[in-house]
């Protein structure tokens, strides 16, 4: 494992949308992930569902049966959505197998999936969706450490497919706090590329941005402070680990010191996104104040 932290194996990603908590929601997500049904949607006996007819189908049979658990809530979800993303260039059936695999013994062992491949992008990905109420009547609700170890055996079942891919932890690769969610991906992209309105969360981060960079007071300055302790905590100890590596008399624990303190020094600044940020507003601030300075003599005569 800590060979393939240094080395820098891809990483496989796992997305957890919201759930499916409704029959149209249930009925129109697998139209959208087969493409109105021209992509094929196979169920956990690989067998292919086609048409609308189909779809359909599968939708009210799901609902029926969670319909019928006397223990069901009003806002239980009737299924739950994942996407499984391989690796840059990774081969679109290992993907598939993997996922399948995956599904099999983890998430679907006692409840029917359907899943999906995608190969429109340059890292081929899955996209499934799970019944939430198992045959036991237990019902699917994983936690984050579920979802963590889920992406873990994800990225084992790809190594078994032959694709080169691990799933460490941000902090193991010198990045600061969480990830983005699943939805800030889809309202940047659709601020970016459809002309749709800028997110809240984005309009706040700018601000404190702006803040930070021009009066340099923060909201809340403790949270750059507790990562930049953090993460020089955690190099640290890479590097004593390399240092106690280094005096082994094995050649390959020294070569493995070797490649830590190469990893360290190539691991990014330990800023936040909201500091990132603050610095490109302040570098394009002084370029402008630069222009505008270059062009104040031309306007004065």
């Known amino acids: 494992m800590l060979w393939r932290w240094v080395k820098g194996a891809p990483q496989a990603v796992l997305v957890v ?25 196979r169920d956990e006996s690989g067998l292919d569902l086609k048409g609308e007819a189909s779809l359909k189908e599968l939708s009210q049979d799901w609902a029926c049966v969670d319909g019928l658990d006397s223990r069901r809530r009003s806002n239980s979800p009737l299924a739950r959505r ?132 021009f009066s340099g007071v923060p909201p809340d300055a403790n949270r750059e402070l507790k990562i930049l302790a953090s993460q020089g905590s955690i190099r640290r100890s890479f590097l004593d680990l390399a240092q106690r590596l280094t005096e082994s008399p094995e050649v ?13 020094r190539r691991m990014p600044p330990p800023e936040t996104e909201r500091l990132q940020l603050a610095r490109r507003l302040k570098a394009a601030h002084s370029r402008s104040r630069k222009q505008y300075e270059r062009a104040e003599p031309t306007r004065e005569r």
């Open 17 to 41: 949308p919201p759930p499916l908590k409704t029959g149209p929601q249930l009925t129109s997500h697998p139209k959208y992930i087969t493409r109105s049904g021209h992509e094929p949607l």
């Open 82 to 213: 994942f996407v499984f993303s391989g690796p840059t260039g990774a081969p679109a059936s290992a993907v598939e197998r993997a996922t399948v695999h995956l599904l099999a013994r983890a998430i679907g062992a006692e409840r029917p999936y359907v899943h999906v491949t995608h190969t429109d992008t340059d890292h081929p990905h899955v996209h499934a969706v799970v019944r939430c109420l198992g045959s036991q009547r237990r019902r699917l609700a994983p936690s984050i450490t579920d979802m963590e170890r889920l992406r873990e055996r994800f990225a084992e079942a790809l190594r078994e497919e032959g694709v080169e891919a691990d799933a460490s932890p941000r902090w193991v690769r010198g990045l600061a706090g969480r990830g983005p969610l699943a939805s800030h991906w889809r309202l940047q992209h659709e601020f970016e590329t459809l002309d749709g309105p800028a997110p809240h969360w984005m309009r706040t981060q700018s601000l404190e941005a702006a803040k930070l960079a």
């Open 252 to 264: 390959e624990d020294r070569r493995l010191a070797s490649a830590i303190e190469v990893f360290v």
